[in-house]
């Protein structure tokens, strides 16, 4: 681990989908990314980039046609130990996934149960990870229900009594009520009317103010995550391409593509005309040479079509731009 205050660092990870035939989608391609204890990570990114492949291999939710190429993901417990997840053994990743790391899957209203009530959910985490018996588990639900401002009569209702931002909050009470090191949530609020993404980014808030939690928040909407994150990283075709302070890389984005991405959010009294990203991603099957932004870059030299930019360091900030050599 680079820093005692680390609580992920994944390093140079390469994920592919092994499709046969010799077609290899690589969704993940040399990613390194740390989480430092009680921080919020915003992972954007246009869809298809590659944002929910990272979390499932930084889970170890691999399964084919996913395969690990390399790298290296290592965590950090509350208590200091470091594990490499992909170097322990089931019943330890079993325990891992309860003490240390919780995931939050994209379009997790489907985590809860349709046909149980949602108390079940709660006592189910504690008969999997927890060693306490079923009714100190109700108390410690309540208990944390209570802290989350989360009213306990939800515990005796199904599912799809509740409203999307209740069921959305509910799942994230369910993903921390272990107190795990950090939590991965993928597109979170993607479902939500802006009122209830609000509640969801105040719980997110919350959970790490009260108990120091990690989060990574997955979105595509960069009005998410100028609310929610205080360090941002950006993804394009498989690659993180910027990270940096999020107030830093709103005010001032240095990659090309983060800038397209900020200049196509609205702006009350900005222009009319939204100056976007034209042009699609790169297919992850058979990616440009050179930067792969190239194809859809304004800025773009010749050395863009055929060397791959390494990330430069710019003023607290990792940027894999060739414009970032001479700064
Ligand atoms: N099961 C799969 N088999 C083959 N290819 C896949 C599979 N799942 C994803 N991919 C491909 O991997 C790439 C990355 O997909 P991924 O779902 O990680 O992107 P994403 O950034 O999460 O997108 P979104 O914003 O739409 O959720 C895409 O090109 C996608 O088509
Ligand atoms: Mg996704």
Redesign the pocket.
């Given at each position: 681990m680079a820093a005692d205050n680390v609580v992920l660092d994944c390093s140079n990870v390469t994920a592919v989908?092994d499709?046969g035939y010799n077609v290899k989608?690589r969704?993940v391609d040399n990613v390194s990314l740390t989480v430092r204890r009680g921080e919020i990570v915003g992972l954007a990114?246009?869809?298809?980039?590659?944002?929910?492949?990272?979390m499932?291999t930084i889970y170890r939710d691999v399964t084919p046609?996913?395969k690990v190429v390399s790298g290296v993901v290592r965590l950090q417990a509350k208590d200091g130990e470091v594990t490499d997840i992909y170097q322990v053994s089931e019943s330890e990743l079993k325990k891992l996934r309860a003490r240390v790391i919780s995931y939050i899957p994209?379009g997790s209203m489907s985590v809860l149960n349709p046909t149980s009530r949602v108390r079940s959910a709660f006592l189910e985490v504690f008969q999997k990870y927890g060693e306490v018996g079923k009714d100190e588990a109700l108390r410690l639900v309540k208990a944390r229900l209570k802290e989350l401002g989360l009213r306990e009569s939800i515990l005796a209702s199904y599912p799809h009594q509740l409203s999307g931002g209740m069921r959305q909050r509910t799942v994230i009470a369910l993903a921390t009520i272990m107190n795990p090191s950090i939590v991965l949530a993928?597109?979170p609020t993607s479902a939500l009317d802006v009122v209830y993404q609000r509640g969801v980014v105040e719980m997110i808030q919350n959970i790490r103010n009260m108990f120091g939690t990690s989060f990574i928040v997955?979105s595509?909407d960069m009005g998410l995550h100028y609310q929610v994150s205080d360090r941002i990283a950006i993804?394009y075709a498989?690659k993180i391409i910027e990270v940096g302070r999020t107030d830093d890389v709103f005010r001032e984005p240095l990659h090309p593509y983060t800038e397209g991405l900020i200049n196509s959010l609205p702006r009350i009294g900005g222009p009319k005309r939204l100056e976007g990203l034209s042009g699609l991603p790169p297919?992850?099957a058979n990616p440009p040479p050179g930067c792969r932004f190239h194809p859809r870059c304004p800025y773009r030299m010749e050395r863009c079509l055929v060397e791959e930019p390494p990330s430069f360091k710019v003023r607290g900030r990792e940027v894999a731009c060739w414009l970032m050599e001479a700064k």
């Open positions: 989908y499709l989608v969704a990114g246009e869809s298809g980039c590659g944002k929910t492949t990272l499932r046609p996913l994209q993928d597109e997955v595509h993804m498989g297919s992850l």
